[in-house]
């Protein structure tokens, strides 16, 4: 399993737990945005 992989299932398990998790995106102007 790749890393991206992995991250993408322990997204999956915090939100099932309700866990209240984020990440942060650079947009098309370079400037970085919280996401939920």
Do not use: F, T
């Not at 099932?16 to 990440?23: H, L």
Request: hydrophobic residues 40%; charged residues 30%.
């Amino acid at each position: 399993q790749d890393a991206v992989s992995r991250a993408r299932a322990e997204w999956q398990a915090a939100k099932a737990r309700g866990d209240a998790a984020s990440y942060w995106q650079q947009d098309a102007d370079g400037r970085w945005q919280q996401k939920a």
